[in-house]
């Protein structure tokens, strides 16, 4: 439920939004911050996405929720030594797809390449703490594929399931 507003700017078509989540969607409610989204968010974008989303997160609220996915995700606990990523984040996050690329079509049907950014205050910090909760996902999910290639110089992660691209194969004959 909630109210939505779009407008041509130039070229493109910039859409506004103020929603109230149910259900299961309201736990992203403690993601979420306050105020305006300063414009360095929005260099966050990549100039090819073809739909971005940016918006102001609570850094505790990030890690509550990483802390609810390990939980479902049957992962072993975090050590209480465990680099606290929500450290070292900032207030800033953008969600953005890419353009389909002739690369993640399927026969089923073609996947989108979405980008989460988050702005950081330490990226070594960040860097830590993402690499345990991987090693921690990776034990609990043995068909996890995680790459990390940078992307106009900076990390970029690339998460997949061996077991949902072998399905694809087997369904589509390849």
């Known amino acids: 439920k909630g109210r939505y507003r779009m407008q041509l700017v130039g070229d493109r078509f910039v859409s506004e939004s103020l929603t109230d989540r149910i259900g299961p969607a309201k736990e992203l409610d403690s993601l979420y911050g306050t105020g305006g989204v300063p414009a360095t968010t929005t260099r966050m974008v990549a100039a090819e996405a ?10 505790a609220g990030f890690e509550a929720l990483m802390g609810r ?39 089923e049907a073609p996947m989108p390449n979405v980008v989460m950014a988050v702005e950081l205050k330490d990226g070594a910090a960040f860097e830590a703490g ?5 090693e921690r996902l990776r034990k609990a999910d043995p068909n996890l594929r995680v790459e990390n290639k940078p992307y106009h110089k900076l990390p970029m992660y690339t998460f997949s399931n061996t077991a949902a691209s072998d399905e694809n194969a087997e369904s589509s004959g390849g």
């Open 130 to 134: 993402l690499t345990e909760w991987i």
């Open 50 to 59: 073809v739909g971005a989303w940016v918006m102001k997160i609570q850094p």
């Open 69 to 107: 996915l390990m939980t479902q995700a049957q992962m072993p606990a975090a050590p209480d030594a465990s680099p606290k990523m929500a450290q070292a984040l900032g207030e800033g996050a953008a969600m953005f797809m890419m353009p389909l690329s002739i690369g993640n079509v399927s026969a």
